[in-house]
């Protein structure tokens, strides 16, 4: 998903008997339900597709900590880890999805995959009463390519401009969404 994000023409990933095996991968992904399927799901489906994906993320990154694309499975397992926060308002699932942010940025990600983890990195940042809205998530963007940040960090620019309530900034990473990607 985050290859078909940046580019309207993805080509697929090249795999190596090193890569997760297709079907770990495959099973991860069944754990998020696409909408309007996702819609229609009770909180404790959700919850429990949450940590089924979880649960399958760990045993993937022990399994294959070396995997060229493990960072497929970083970014599951993070997306499980903050949607499991709010769904059960546990600092813990918060403070674990910290914890693979950092890891998931330490090993590498190919350019313009990294924004769960750079996202989760700046939900952080704003969490400090002295932190700046605006140059945080400014940063995170310029991080991302700045004028050229693809739609998902546009769109996780934009979020957080709600969670701080700032409707401006929101605003504007709204417009630049709708002006560069309203099409895909």
């Known amino acids: 998903p985050e290859i078909k994000a940046l580019s309207p023409t993805p080509t697929p990933l090249s795999r190596t008997p090193a890569s997760v095996p297709g079907e770990i991968l495959g099973a991860i992904q069944e754990c998020f339900v696409m ?3 996702r819609y229609r799901l009770s909180a404790a489906e959700i919850r429990a597709n949450y940590e089924q994906a979880e649960e399958l993320c760990a045993l993937a990154i022990a399994a294959h900590p070396d995997a060229p694309d493990l960072w497929i ?4 397992r993070l997306v499980a880890q903050l949607g499991l926060w709010k769904l059960t308002s546990d ?4 403070q674990r999805a910290l914890v ?3 890891a998931a940025m330490k090993s590498g990600m190919p350019a313009g995959t990294e924004v769960v ?3 989760c990195l700046a939900k952080e940042t704003l969490r400090d009463p002295a932190s700046t809205p605006g140059e945080v998530i400014g940063e995170l963007i310029e991080a991302m390519g700045g004028e050229s940040a693809p739609g998902p960090a546009l769109a ?4 957080l401009a709600l969670d701080v309530g700032d409707r401006g900034l929101h605003d504007r990473y709204r417009e630049r969404i709708l002006g560069k990607h309203s099409s895909h």
């Open 35 to 37: 909408p309007p399927v």
């Open 73 to 76: 499975v970083r970014n599951r």
């Open 91 to 94: 600092f813990a699932h918060y």
């Open 100 to 102: 693979e942010a950092k």
């Open 117 to 119: 983890a750079r996202f």
């Open 156 to 159: 996780a620019a934009a979020l």
